[in-house]
Nanobody, 120 residues
Framework: QVQLVESGGGLVQAGGSLRLSCAAS????????MGWYRQAPGKQRELVAV???????NYADSVKGRFIISRDNAKNTVYLQMNRVKPEDTAVYYC??????????????WGQGTQVTVSS
């Protein structure tokens, strides 16, 4: 089992910055993908950014050029630097980790979520 604990959410003004952190603990061996998803009220959960163990990244078009995902594999921690935030970035942000247990066999874990509210 893997436990994920997020931190860093809160209230920020539009145009400001915020940094989210997600620390994994437990059976972390084999974690490959770590990333961030978000869910706004009345909307489906969506990908924000994801990073592989070797640092390959993927971003949602809506955050490209504003958000930066990074990770510290030694600490089993992934970060999301949110810059030039907009009111539409308001959502609960969830951390997700995916372990590679065997070729083509993975499991995934979610954090409890952290609220990010952007005021206009």
């Amino acid at each position: 089992q893997v436990q994920l604990v997020e931190s860093g959410g809160g209230l920020v003004q539009a145009g400001g910055s915020l940094r989210l952190s997600c620390a994994a603990s437990g059976s972390t061996f084999g974690i490959n993908l770590m990333g961030w998803y978000r869910q706004a009220p009345g909307k489906q959960r969506e990908l924000v950014a994801v990073s592989s163990y070797v640092g390959s990244t993927n971003y949602a078009d809506s955050v490209k050029g504003r958000f930066i995902i990074s990770r510290d594999n030694a600490k089993n921690t992934v970060y999301l630097q949110m810059n030039r935030v907009k009111p539409e970035d308001t959502a609960v942000y969830y951390c997700k980790a995916e372990r590679l247990l065997a070729p083509k066999y993975t499991d995934e874990y979610w954090g409890q979520g952290t609220q990010v509210t952007v005021s206009s």
